[in-house]
């Protein structure tokens, strides 16, 4: 598990060692080591050690091009980390992390609770080792659930009873999508959220974060592109207006779609350009 300072965007991290490293030889049975995982990569690029020397392999053939690839990724940490506090200030008190990668230091469960002390998160992923570092890791926190579903399919995941057991879906929830819709076809994309957005009840927010083509050089999407080929979870580019329609039927808060660095946040656009925004459902 990595640890990050609050409301740090980018360059330091601080890495706690204590955790088990995933190098030690044993690989859990349910593992697939062979070929890299979205949140095996992202673990390692965001200075975590749950990773195998695959994922390295793969985040590395990304850095030849993007030498900061690592900023990328923990400025994509930064708005997550800022969406939350804003979303728990707003009074949100329930939170659905759908891609929630291996558990990352602060956690959405620990960013809302700054706000919302009873706040209680679900933290939702379909590759195994993140369910086990989410069992081993985050469940124990108070108010949290962690669940292994496949965010294409909302209906089972909201009427999973577990779930249902663990927020009051009479009231508002924050939905978080953040650095996962780039791994969900575009068409797929759209119909997905038009569930969510049925589902979730009135005055709920979205926050999402994905990578946006416009912006980003074409050889780093088309090394983006072949590095995740190799993966379980191939990678989708999006034009700003595809990116846009994903917020279709939400009302965004300010400062509207914006670069993750530039959410609620001076920060500079980096090479590989991640939009962002958090939206009310109406
Ligand atoms: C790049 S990580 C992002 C982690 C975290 N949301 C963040 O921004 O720090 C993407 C995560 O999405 C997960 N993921 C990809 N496709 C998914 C799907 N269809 N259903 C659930 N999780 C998915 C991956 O397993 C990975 O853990």
Known sequence: MTTQPHGSPAEQIEVDWSWTSSDDGWIPPDIDASKPSAARMYDYAIGGKDNYEVDRRAVHEVAGLVPDFRACALANRGFLIRAGHALAE??????????SGIPTSPNVHEVAQVFQPDARVVYVDNDPIVMTYNRALREPGPGVLALNHDLRRPHSLIDDS??????????????????VLHFVRREIAVK???????????????????????????????????????????????????????????????????????????GQPLPIRMLSGVARIS
């Open 90 to 99: 707003l009074g949100i008190d329930q939170f659905i992390d759908l891609g």
């Open 162 to 179: 577990k779930l249902r057991n663990h927020l009051d879906l009479d009231r508002p929830v924050g939905l978080l999508m953040v650095a």
């Open 192 to 266: 997905v959220l038009e569930q969510y957005r049925k589902l979730l009840p009135e005055g709920s927010y979205l926050a999402v974060s994905v990578v946006c083509a416009d912006g980003t050089e074409p050889a780093v999407i088309e090394r983006l592109e072949q590095v995740f080929q190799a993966s379980s979870t191939p990678f989708v580019a999006r034009s700003t207006a595809q990116v846009e329609q994903l917020f279709d039927g939400s009302e965004l808060i300010e400062p509207g779609l914006v670069d993750v660095t530039q959410w609620r946040n001076p």
